[in-house]
């Protein structure tokens, strides 16, 4: 009994020590941090528009042969795939076809992969936990490549080879050119969301291979109509507007594109 | 649990894939004109002619697609493109065009049609394609008597028009205004209404007794206008469809300045009495009169809120006449203008997002637009004497009229209808047989 009530007191006496520590704590005002200002990164390109010196170009030409055997010298012989000779295919090619098809369908235990309504985009990119392992695999050779890639890389490469988006004066190109293409309808509600996204897949010379308006389920949305009338209009911006006016290189770093057409800062001002 | 955890994270690590996509954000466009092809509409084989007013309409076809073509026009939204250009024919175009060809002219929307007239009937239908995506976008198909022809051409127009810009359309609606005859110091005016495109003239009054300022009820039927009643201006109703016509309320002064309210069961405008005027608002129905505003200042022009919860009115409480909001039962007065010149005719866009308004300044007029607590002023257009507008059911145009400087003896005087759109770019005259004032938009015929 007497134990009891001594731990009783004890946590008691605790609870209120306790208590009269944190309080001057609660009444002091809070400390005042600076406002965070988002910052936005821009990318801006190593040759700008405007026209060399005339002697600096001279310099910079040469530079630039120098550099050019440098890298002729180090560039490794191409290699030439040998093509295989069209062959007719023998009876135990057509067993191993049928063995992999069998296998796909008898294996109840496979997870099927998830069913949403996806974009042609991501149908490729989705997850398949299926393939854990293999992505394993794959994580450790594409880390290995990297770090041989990037032992390989001369200091200008580095430069180049992490730009994974376009640099400004690319976009800018772009953005006119678009700006050019898109007819405003006239009649939207500006106090609605007016943004329409649009990705698209592009060819090596800017014309479009499929385009897909994101937010589909939107435009069928009742009291949206002006919403389906807003991305026709950026789809046939962009249907005007191709080829678009993207870098003549990198390929692999603009195919993917995606728009975001807004016409709320439009119609407001 | 170990290969839950790693499932965690592999998802975390390659599970995102918008992450691969640049973007690139569209803040800015053109308002350029849509370029449409309006094909002549198709007349099946074997159709009747129709007889109007004593003339035979003989290409039926393209008539609808000439009266869909002027109101593309005259809406500045579109650029109707030359019929020459194109090349192929109405009848298989309707059936499935070849894209090619229309993308070759520039076409980005091409309307095709096909009509089929018997003894007492016309039947229209009409697609309309989008060129660059090769797909139809909408068709209909209109089944009604043969001399509602131009109408069907209208109703064509607004469907369009819908499909394309998002907003309903105004093609579909008739106008009233007074027609003017006479020199400038004996006018005679008379009730007029016409269809928008200024089609289908009809006079509703004789000409003998001076009639101002019609307003259309938004149920179309009935028209509100001010005439002398025993040599004292009076508001009247007339009810176009039977042609019968009353004065309104019982007042012992004049009554002016009449308006309807949004759901067409009331009547507000002022009444004055003793050189005071304030407003007052009559319930058809019941004819019940309220006085909303009691000052001794001029209280006129009101105009209620599409919604009907506010009024909008001009009064020279201040000194000077300028424009004042209050809730429908006269509390919560607020003056919204505050710039130099003199502010009237305060009319509330059908939209509710603005108010239109008549601003006269260094002897200047000018017609203009603003948000409902005066802000974001923006003048539409300036001459020597323009006033009294009045919105397309859209909230997109305005039409009003504009009377030209005369000599002393009135020569050189004329009054006519004008409309702008809210760009203050499109501004176009409305032919009409006489001189013209005090129009007024009926909202759209067909719903």
Known sequence: ?269 | MKKLLLFIFYFFLFANPTSAFIEVDITRGNLDPLPIAISPFYVEPGSKDIKQGGKIIQNIGEEISKIIEVNFKRSGLFNPLNKDAFVQNPDIAHAKPRFEDWKLIKAQALVTGKVTVSEDKIRTEFRLWDVLAAKEMIALAFSTTPNNWRRVAHIISDKVYQRLTGEEGYFDTRIIYVSETGKKTQRYKKLAIMDQDGANVKYLTLGNELVLTPRFSPKNQLVTYLSYFRNLPRVYLLDIETGVQEVVGDFSGMTFAPRFSPDGKKIIMSFAQDGNSDIYTMDLTTRAVERITDHSAIDTSPSYSPDGKYICFNSDRSGLQQIYVMRSDGSNMKRITFGKGLYGTPVWSPRGDLIAFTKVYNNRFYIGVMRPDGSGERLLTENFYQEAPSWSPNGRVLIFYRETKSDSQGKGFSAKLWSIDLTGYNERMIETETDGSDPSWSSLLSK
């Open chain 1, 1 to 269: 009994m007497t134990r009891s009530i001594f731990l009783s007191l004890v946590f008691h006496t605790a609870m209120i020590v306790l208590t009269a520590l944190s309080l001057p704590l609660m009444m002091k005002t809070p400390i005042d941090l600076p406002p965070i200002i988002s910052v936005e990164l821009i990318e801006i390109s190593d040759i700008t528009n405007i026209p060399f010196a005339p002697k600096a170009r001279k310099t910079l030409e040469k530079i630039k042969k120098e550099e050019e055997r440098v890298v002729s010298e180090q560039a490794p012989p191409a290699k030439i795939k040998k093509e295989k000779p069209d062959r007719i295919p023998l009876p135990e090619d057509f067993n191993k076809e049928k063995k992999k098809l069998v296998k796909k369908k008898q294996n109840p235990e496979e997870i099927k992969e998830q069913v949403r309504q996806v974009s042609e985009f991501e149908k490729k990119e989705l997850f398949n936990p299926n393939q854990i392992a293999a992505l394993i695999d794959k994580s450790k050779k594409e880390s290995a490549d990297t770090l041989k890639k990037n032992q390989k890389l001369t200091q200008s490469n580095v430069k180049t080879s992490f730009v994974s988006g376009l640099t400004l004066s690319e976009e800018d190109a772009l953005k006119a050119q678009i700006f050019g293409c898109w007819s405003l309808p006239l009649g939207l509600p500006y106090q609605e969301n007016l943004l329409v996204r649009i990705k698209l897949r592009l060819q090596p010379d800017g014309t479009i291979l499929k385009s897909e308006i994101l937010d589909h389920a939107r435009m069928n949305k009742p009291g949206q109509g002006f919403y389906r009338v807003l991305a026709e209009s950026a789809l046939r911006a962009v249907r005007i507007c191709q080829p678009l006016r993207v870098p003549p290189a990198g390929y692999d770093r603009w195919k993917d594109l995606q728009l975001n057409f807004n016409a709320n800062e439009m119609l407001k001002g």
